[in-house]
């Protein structure tokens, strides 16, 4: 194998090991609750831990890893070396963060809000988040008379 591959792949293996070491330290999260949050099986993720990849990861892949994770996929296409072809390109699509979100990510990480809370502002995002969505156009359409 060459030696530039085999130093993109250490290089994203230390991305994704900071990765999960920060949610284990920070969140308490276990590998299964990474996977179950970012939507990557467990053994996709051992597999970069390992460098045991023949082709590159897939982009969606890692973008959702990060966005599960709260890091820039742009950081991450950085170390694959990826960033020629995406500079800019995905950063600049996401949209501005809702201004009730930022305050519940706050919380989130304020050592002044309990634990329970935060239970509680997790388990809420979460449920609105897997819910399934409410069709409101038919709902708020007028009903035809027979």
């Not at 284990?24 to 045991?52: D, K, P």
């Not at 982009?59 to 959702?64: E, F, G, K, L, Q």
């Not at 509680?120 to 708020?140: D, Q």
Request: aromatic share 8%; proline share 7%.
């Amino acid at each position: 194998m060459p030696h530039r591959a085999q130093a993109r792949k250490v290089a994203f293996a230390a991305f994704v090991r900071r990765a999960l070491d920060d949610a284990r330290s920070a969140r308490a999260w276990t590998g299964t609750e990474v996977s179950r949050r970012t939507g990557v099986s467990r053994q996709t993720i051992n597999r970069w831990l390992r460098g045991e990849w023949i082709s590159d990861p897939e982009p969606d892949r890692v973008i959702a890893f990060c966005a599960g994770l709260g890091l820039r996929p742009g950081d991450a296409f950085a170390v694959l070396g990826w960033e020629s072809a995406t500079s800019g390109a995905g950063e600049a699509t996401v949209p501005p963060m809702d201004p009730d979100v930022a305050a519940l990510l706050r919380r989130l990480v304020d050592p002044q809000v309990s634990d329970a809370e935060k239970f509680h502002i997790r388990e809420t995002i979460r449920y609105l988040a897997y819910r399934p969505s409410v069709n409101t156009r038919a709902r708020n359409a007028p009903r035809r008379v027979v």
